[in-house]
């Protein structure tokens, strides 16, 4: 049930007039479609919250008035994660005064590739043809100021965070520089960071940078969560932070930056904004869309639905786009497999929870059928080194970029049933379904799904191999509507004053239902780009770095790579 105005207007004191508005946006009968004589309600940001928003946050209605501690300081980063550390590092940089608001009691980080675009070793036209083939890759949802701002700025951002890896001695272990054509005149360079590798990540990265900015003068504030924006004649002064002593009132005399991180642990909001996500399992944790809920009562108007999301498995075994037999965990064959990785949420959405696992089979000749459609086969010691049960490392299997040790899941046995016992499937109904794939196969005619007559292989020759996939809700990529410089906007699309919000706490760079992985890199890329300009802009007024990293300065470090780095040019 829709939380009704006195509850809202009973927290107008502390978050100001102006917050309660938004947030009841959809609950009256006129709207702001009223002035056209129009009895529907604008839709186009939906702000409407409910009081079940609030069960899975830690966000606060009521007012706030006693604290037990008050700062004052330029600029407040709410999240010490991929696009908070770049907005908290380069506020310094900047010459302003930072403190961060941690909800964990550690910086938290994801992800290990983020890639960025060379400006000066690319053509205007190369760019702007990059643009529109990213476009329409999403189905031509997205937004074009916010991929202009990650265009012109993403390149030095990547360049600036090799330097704070050397810096802090976690260069990446990898860097590519990638020269696109499109046409004799139109060209791009990519540049791309990988931090790690497995189970080395972002998050490393980010917890040697937090010590950094520590020692260069930020504030920590850790295990202490930003519950309510402090709003004053429409603009955000500050923030209240809850610790074990109280709650503490912190004022930003420039602005506060939003860097909460995406909502998937908030089940009201998944259900509201990302309905097809309802049914699968979360991997991360504490992502309870805290900052879309403080923007919303001030103000502030999410994107509209349906929210581009992240969920790829790429851990538990290898060749993972190969269209290998696929079952469920009730051990039946439910899909035509001829469907990349990045996809395989579409087709299992409605199945019950969690939708996300199921089971890819295959024989002992894999690596002649692999061969055969035109892909590239894991060696033995590589399909090895994803078994539990081998003992065969990462090392060993030549897995370049490292494993997480504790998500692989690829099995082998002499038998189905020995296999089916491993997978925790029901050993009768794989054998049924296996016996009737090869039916098919023998048949050379998919009746069942319509998979391509030369995609079915039997599956005879043991011993037999199955990797339990597990498809969980990695990123939800989108969040609060802002400007290009990453300014939170009302619902007339003005920006609110003293706000600011950045990597998936923000924004509708990509519109597609699946995160479009034409550029690798490029989501990590936008997150920390947008920390980084939003406190240029925060603390100069305009998208105005002191001292731009450019590429002349970093040839140096790329030439030149110390311990830990390496680059594939």
Known sequence: MSMDRRTFFKGAAAVGATAVTASLIGCSSGGANEANGSDATDRRYPGILDAQDFENSVVKIDPISEFVAEHTYDIVVVGAGTSGLPAILTALEEGASVACLQKESVPVSQGSSSTGFLIDESTETGLLRFMQIFREKCEFRVNWDLLKTYVDHSGETIMWM?????EVGFSPYKTIKEYV??????????????????????????????????QKGA?????????QLIVENGAVTGVVGESKEGYIKFNAEKAVILATGDYQNNDSMVEKYSPDLVNFARKQINKTGDG???????????????HSHQMHDGDTGPMRNEPFLAVSVEGKRFMNEEIVMSNWNMGLRDNPYPAGQFCHIFDNDYAAQVTEWGGKPASEKEILAYSPESGVSAEEGGLTDGRMDDLIATYYADTLDELAEKLEIPADALKESVKRYNELCAAKADTDFGKQAKYLQPIENPPFWGVRRNIRITAICCGIAVDPNYQVVDEEKNPIPG???????????????EWNTY????????????????????????IKLSKPVTWEEMSEYYTNLGQGGGRAF
């Open 519 to 542: 550029v690798v890199g490029m989501s990590n890329g936008t997150c920390m780009t947008s920390g980084r300009i939003a406190a240029a802009h925060a603390v100069n007024g305009e």
């Open 219 to 227: 504030e920590f504030f850790y295990s202490t969560p930003a519950v």
């Open 162 to 166: 090799y330097k704070m890896g050397q």
């Open 181 to 214: 054509s499109y046409d004799e005149n139109g060209y791009v360079t990519k540049l791309t960071n990988r931090f790690g590798p497995k189970p080395q990540n972002n998050n490393n990265l980010i917890a040697k940078l937090s010590d950094m900015a520590e």
């Open 292 to 306: 879309h809920l403080m923007s919303m009562l001030a103000g502030a108007q999410m994107c509209g639905v349906n």
């Open 499 to 513: 706000l600011y919000a950045v990597g998936f706490s923000a924004g509708d760079i990509c519109g597609s239902v």
